[in-house]
């Protein structure tokens, strides 16, 4: 009897952990199918960008203390008496992760700001407009970043290999930015009402000494993003801070998050070494760079399209262009994306099919507009 009841803890525990980490398992297994066409070597360890990694890490510590504070609680309810309606805080939330994208990178806004958008509509009983508002914050963070050489990865990475004069850089992602930012805005105005925000009036204090050291964590993550310090020092200074300031934030961080980019670039390295891959797209780029980087992304990913697809094309304005819409589409189009769906799914369980349904309803919808006005634009060039 006590065999039976361990055994369906045992079956019970395993499905919860499943359910919880869909996307890492998905990743795991495609990174395992692919390591039997390429089986491990050393060159394994070029797959990794250990920078990404560290700094996923770091950010994510720095948010679980803030949240441990009820930092992000306290912004929340400014943003509310700030807006005081559900369409305009919505519009701020996006808008602001919009931004934060072009400053800190995609991954890193939606790491900082999905979580104020939860307090935001959780503290108001707005709950049914979550999965649009991490909608609209992923595609918000994925679109937003094109227009900045260092506001997604693989811009850095393009912008360095090709050596990209950064006001060409700007001139060619101008048009589909703007459009991008008048897409969200209608959105955000045609599906969210106008409906009052109201928060009690619960008085609730932080420690100033913890909120500041916790800043003071995240700006130095900041750097990190923006390489103004090596990786290295964050990934040493901040567990060592936290272990003695706040060991529960280091136990809360998503791992779960971060196995599910290694695998992803186990995946991407190991496609990129399949020589048919690498003769298939050889052909399909002489065809059109724009749509193959668009539908490779959807694949793939945009980061690991750009690193594959500029091996074999001197059109980095396309590329370029195409791996950043191709952001946008399915959920392992952008690793971004991840973040987001991870987020929803810890706030949200059971309740993931629908966000999937609604995720890709306006993702495939921007791709379509997005991609089509950049073959428009390309025609009058």
């Known amino acids: 009897m006590k065999s039976d009841v361990s055994k369906n803890n045992i079956i019970s525990k395993v499905q919860s952990f499943a359910k919880k980490n869909t996307v890492m398992l998905i990743a795991l297994f495609a990174a395992a199918v692919t390591s039997f066409f390429v089986p491990p070597d050393k060159e394994y360890l070029g797959y990794f960008d250990f920078r990404t990694l560290t700094c996923l890490f770091c950010v994510l510590a720095v948010v679980c203390a803030l949240k441990n504070i009820n930092f992000f609680y306290l912004l929340a309810r400014k943003v509310i008496r700030l807006f005081k309606n559900t369409r305009m805080s919505v519009l701020a939330l996006v808008y602001i992760t919009f931004i934060g994208s072009m400053l800190i990178a995609n991954d890193m806004a939606l790491l900082t700001f999905l979580p104020l958008g939860y307090y935001v509509l959780a503290s108001t009983n707005k709950k049914k407009y979550m999965a649009f508002t991490f909608i609209m914050q992923n595609i918000a963070a994925n679109l937003g970043g094109m227009l900045t050489p260092f506001g997604n990865p693989q811009n850095l990475y393009l912008y360095s290999k090709y050596e990209i004069d950064s006001l060409e850089f700007m001139a060619v992602m101008a048009p589909t930015f703007l459009l991008s930012v008048a897409l969200i805005t209608v959105c955000c105005f045609v599906f969210v009402k106008k409906e009052p925000l109201l928060i009690s009036d619960e008085r609730m204090r932080i420690s100033p000494k913890r909120t500041v050291l916790y800043l003071t ?119 971004a994306s991840l973040i987001t769906f991870r987020e929803y799914a810890k706030h949200n369980p059971g309740k993931t099919g629908r966000y999937i349904a609604l995720f890709s309803a306006f993702n495939f919808g921007f791709l379509i507009i997005l991609t089509a006005f950049s073959l428009f634009i390309n025609t009058l060039g």
Not at 225 to 250: E, N, Q, S, T
Not at 274 to 283: D, K, P, T, Y
Not at 314 to 327: C, P, S, T
């Open 217 to 335: 964590l995240f700006a130095l993550s900041i750097l990190i993003v923006f390489r103004g310090v090596p990786y290295a020092v964050g990934l040493a200074v901040i567990p060592a801070v936290l272990l003695f300031a706040d060991r529960k934030a280091l136990k809360s961080v998503d791992y779960g998050l971060l196995f599910t980019f290694v695998f992803f670039f186990i995946f991407a390295g190991n496609m990129a070494r399949i020589e048919a891959v690498r003769n298939a797209f050889s052909l399909l780029l002489s065809r059109s760079t724009l749509l193959v980087s668009v539908l490779s992304c959807q694949v793939i990913s945009n980061v690991p399209s750009a690193i594959l697809l500029s091996q074999f094309t001197d059109n980095y304005a396309d590329l370029l262009v195409g791996v950043n819409i191709g952001g946008v589409g399915t959920l392992i189009s952008s690793l």
